[in-house]
């Protein structure tokens, strides 16, 4: 069964630390892995990862992917009450010829306090 | 302005009554997808659409339909909806999935009784 795994599920942290959030996938067909910000409403793109070991950026935000181990990290530095949101890693795969089925993780719940 | 509107946004309905939940872009995206979102299980694929005509199941595809007849809409049909359907519900677009990057609507929360 495809799946994939986010840890911790919540995180409280306070302002200025660094985190690290974990996804892990194990699926069939493997064709990119994406990351979503969820603060109120509708989740938001932050990365999609297509190629292992190459670290791509967004301010404070950075993210990598390990195709070999399967698993993907979002790190985000210097944390702000504003990054408090849940954040989401999804498997995109090809599947019977089509490229488009998508498979989420439950999500992180971080909590950034002052 | 670029969007992804859903509609209804808030419904309460009773079981077996048939309902739909519209979707459009104004992006002329060719993939097109829903979601349901719910507490403990995150976000779910129902169906996504690569193209005009050309809709998948995802992964709990189980008691909804869709269509996609023309590029900008891909409605979400509940031919009989259950209390189980009851959920948020997400509908995204994108150019295609190279980039990614989904836009998503605001979501419609529905209540089945």
């Known amino acids: 069964e495809d799946k994939v795994v986010q840890s911790p599920l919540s995180l409280v942290v306070h302002e200025g630390d660094t985190v690290t959030l974990n996804c892990s996938y194990e699926?069939?067909?493997?064709?990119?892995l994406l990351w979503y910000k969820q603060e109120k409403k509708a989740p938001t793109f932050l990365f999609m990862l297509t190629s292992s070991g190459i670290e791509k950026k967004s301010g404070r935000l950075s993210s990598i992917l390990d195709k070999k181990e399967l698993f993907s990290i979002l790190n985000i530095t210097a944390t702000q009450t504003g990054d408090s949101a849940i954040y989401l890693c999804?498997?995109?795969?090809?599947?019977?010829?089509?490229?488009?089925?998508?498979?989420f993780g439950k999500g992180t719940k971080l909590s950034v306090k002052p | 302005e670029a969007q992804v509107t859903q509609n209804p946004r808030y419904l309460i309905t009773v079981t077996g009554k048939k309902l739909t939940v519209t979707c459009s872009q104004n992006m002329n995206h060719e993939y097109m997808s829903w979601y349901r979102q719910d507490p403990g299980l995150g976000l779910r694929q129902i169906y996504y659409s690569m193209n005009v005509e050309v809709t998948d199941k995802g992964d709990v595809p189980e008691g909804y339909k869709v269509s996609r007849k023309e590029k900008r809409n891909f409605p979400l049909i509940l031919e009989s909806p259950s209390p189980n359907q009851t959920s948020l519900y997400f509908c995204?677009?994108?150019?295609?999935?190279?980039?990614?990057?989904?836009?998503f609507g605001e979501g419609s929360r529905l209540t089945v009784l």
């Open positions: 995204a677009s994108s150019w295609n999935l190279s980039p990614g990057e989904l836009f």
């Open positions: 699926v069939t067909n493997f064709r990119s």
């Open positions: 999804a498997s995109l795969m090809n599947y019977g010829g089509s490229q488009g089925n998508l498979i």
